[in-house]
């Protein structure tokens, strides 16, 4: 399957940690991926992971990964107001990725 | 360098129209992907291009074509056009074929209106 679902919203106060969560369906060792896009702008890639890895860190990102429960999260510590965007979880099937509907993040002071 | 680069920003056309949008991968990379994003929606998996030949399509009606030229630069064709292939469609581009732990990176996008 290539169903990935997304929560739609979140707020978050300024300088908190957000975390963005994911569900995948695709059985298969497969690679998932974390875009951001901000208004009138294409997809900026922020980080993937593995399918047989459990977390990665990259500065104030980190993705944990849950396979029994294909459960995919990205937590972005002390969030600042340039965080706000929508943010789109996929997974890759073959040579296409699959996204989900995307997590609009709003920043408030 | 540059990023993924696509022409034109935004486009207005009217139903029946045809429209080509092109696309410039990041250089040295040879695979050029089309996606289509619909607003308020994730984007939808369109073609994908190595190499100069189509190695996967998504689940869009014919009147949607695409090419790669030998510079690996692509042009997606949508004719007859509908009001429901207003969207924001996106270019990306891949070292290689996308396989393995290549990255997959976006241009800005055209933003087509059908009127």
């Known amino acids: 399957g290539e169903d990935v679902e997304q929560s739609l919203f979140l707020s978050v106060r300024e300088g908190d940690s957000s975390v963005i969560n994911c569900t995948y369906t695709d059985s298969s060792s497969t690679y998932l991926y974390w875009y951001k896009q901000e208004p009138g702008a294409g997809l900026q890639l922020l980080t993937y992971?593995?399918?047989?890895?459990d977390m990665k860190q990259d500065q104030r990102l980190t993705v944990l990964l849950n396979k029994k429960d294909k459960h995919l999260s990205l937590r972005i510590a002390d969030t600042q107001t340039g965080d706000s965007a929508i943010y789109f979880c996929a997974e890759r099937n073959d040579y296409k990725l699959s996204f989900g509907a995307g997590t609009t993040v709003t920043v408030r002071a | 360098d540059a990023g993924v680069t696509q022409s034109p920003t935004h486009l207005i056309k009217t139903r029946g129209q045809h429209v080509t949008l092109r696309c410039s991968p990041i250089s040295g990379h040879k695979s050029v992907s089309w996606y289509q994003q619909v607003l308020g929606q994730g984007p939808q998996f369109i073609f994908q291009?190595?190499?100069?030949?189509?190695?996967g399509r998504g689940n869009f009606p014919d009147r949607f074509s695409a090419r790669q030229f030998p510079n690996y630069s692509s042009e997606l064709n949508v004719n007859a056009l509908l009001l429901g292939d207003s969207a924001l469609y996106l270019c990306?581009?891949?070292?290689?074929?996308?396989?393995?732990?290549?990255?997959?990176?976006f241009g800005s996008g055209t933003q087509l209106s059908v009127l």
């Open positions: 291009y190595y190499e100069k030949e189509e190695r």
């Open positions: 990306a581009s891949s070292l290689e074929s996308f396989v393995d732990n290549e990255k997959l990176f």
């Open positions: 992971i593995f399918s047989n890895m």
